[in-house]
């Protein structure tokens, strides 16, 4: 049987021209969030499967790569059930592990721990455009700080990086999962159901007001509770007065901190921000996550036609490994749609090295290679990137497949003059 050459559905090969930026933004990723006091750390890429499956990943939970058992602990003939096979699973994204992480490293951290994870993560998904099985994720998170210093500190250090990529004109789509909660509560839909309500508002983008109300309508919901509660949204505005609106409406449903915390961190981000972007209350933005507990943020980029990157508050998850509760805070950049579109804007690194190519005639006696090796040395030690290569027999070609690299000087060799 002849071998395959293409990968694994949902996974890819990636080719120079997209390393080369990868890399660099993998390099601008670290330099810009350590200006912001975020320090790397690693986790691994195998997790428990105790903790993989523990409610706190959403629809994640449902797309986990699990692992069978190894060795003598792997019994096909005598298992009932999927967890006397499987005892282990590729982690889905970051912050399971990060929590684990610093459950088990917490007395060796500094506090608050800033943090910065960048790894492959692996989702059983449906692969399209900008979405892949395996893929890179890039995460900041704040544990240990209670205050909303720990949501402006990210959405600075997040919308900061994106600028330097020129990106402009983005929004930073922002929420609470309180207001979220207090505008179900205020609109009579009962606390068990609110889950289902919000999958079905999250959809607003897709189906419209006219789609929500009628798929609230059918799951069950009084028609009275779906009015009041789109009502409200047609009222609010995406600013700081749309945060005042629900502060007020929502007044014995909310505590007004919350409120009050939201619009700190919308005027705190428009009085400092360095990139072109806007911020924006988003009454509708949910986030599929479970274990968000606060305020809750999105990149919105219109290139795209989606979001880029996301995060939020979540104190409750590291407490379920500690069994006391730390403050977190996490940003997630959507690094491998933003190497997607920077590949199809056709991106230039800026201050890339300097590329220059040799072209050796065939049958270059070793005295003359010496020479043009020497040549090399010199001119890498210089800070210039040299590839040497024989001439092929379509010259023009080869050259052509250079310049395409980048390689924007090529100096030839000749047996006869040298």
């Known amino acids: 049987m002849a071998l395959k050459k293409k990968p694994v559905t949902g996974m890819k090969d990636i080719l120079p021209k997209e390393m080369a930026i990868r890399d660099y933004v993998i390099r601008l990723i670290k330099e810009t969030y350590g200006t912001f006091g975020f320090t790397s750390m690693e986790t691994p890429c195998v997790e428990h499967i105790e903790n993989l499956n523990s409610k706190q990943g959403g629809e994640n ?10 060795g003598e602990k792997l019994k096909l003939e005598t298992a009932e059930k999927e967890n006397d096979l499987v005892d282990s699973g590729l ?14 490293n917490a007395n060796e951290l500094p506090s608050p721990f800033k943090a910065l994870q960048m790894g492959n993560v692996w989702r059983a998904d449906r692969p399209q455009r900008g979405r892949y099985r395996q893929f890179m994720q890039c ?3 704040i544990l240990g700080e209670p205050t909303n210093l720990a949501e402006i500190e990210l959405i600075l250090a997040t919308t900061t990086l994106l600028g330097k990529l020129d990106f402009k004109n983005f929004t930073i789509r922002i929420n609470d999962r309180r207001i979220l909660k207090a505008m179900a509560a205020y609109s009579g839909f009962p606390e068990e159901s609110y889950d289902t309500v919000f999958i079905i508002l999250d959809k607003m983008d897709k189906i419209g007001f006219e789609g929500v109300a009628k798929e609230l309508e059918e799951a069950g919901f009084a028609k009275e509770s779906v009015e009041k509660y789109l009502k409200m949204f047609e009222e609010i505005t995406p600013d700081t007065a749309g945060v005042e609106y629900c502060r007020e409406k929502l007044e014995g449903f909310l505590d007004k901190e919350y409120a009050d915390g939201l619009k700190t961190i919308i005027d705190s981000v428009n009085a400092v921000k360095t990139a072109e972007f806007k911020i924006a209350f988003d009454p509708t933005l949910v986030r599929g996550m479970s274990y968000y507990t606060g305020p809750i943020f999105e990149i919105a980029m219109d290139e795209y036609g989606g979001s880029v990157g996301g995060g939020g508050r979540y104190d ?4 379920k490994f500690t069994g006391n509760q730390t403050c977190a805070c ?17 991106y230039q690194i800026p201050g890339a090295q300097k590329k220059k190519a040799y072209l050796i005639e065939k049958n270059m006696p070793a005295e003359g290679m010496q020479k043009i090796i020497q040549q090399a040395t010199k001119e890498r030690s ?21 310049a395409s ?5 090529i100096e030839e060799f000749f047996v006869d003059k040298m």
Do not use: H, W
């Open 316 to 319: 409750e998850m590291i407490g």
């Open 405 to 409: 690299e980048g390689y924007t000087e």
């Open 382 to 402: 210089e800070g210039t990137a040299i590839n040497i290569a024989v001439m092929k027999k379509n010259k023009k070609f080869q050259k052509e497949q250079l």
């Open 330 to 346: 996490g940003f997630s950049i959507g690094f491998e749609r933003i190497v997607m579109l920077l590949l199809e804007r056709d």
């Open 91 to 104: 982690r889905y994204d970051l912050t399971v592990p990060l929590c684990r992480y610093y459950s088990n």
């Open 139 to 141: 995460d900041i998170d």
């Open 61 to 70: 939970e449902k797309l986990i790569f699990k692992i069978l058992k190894r």
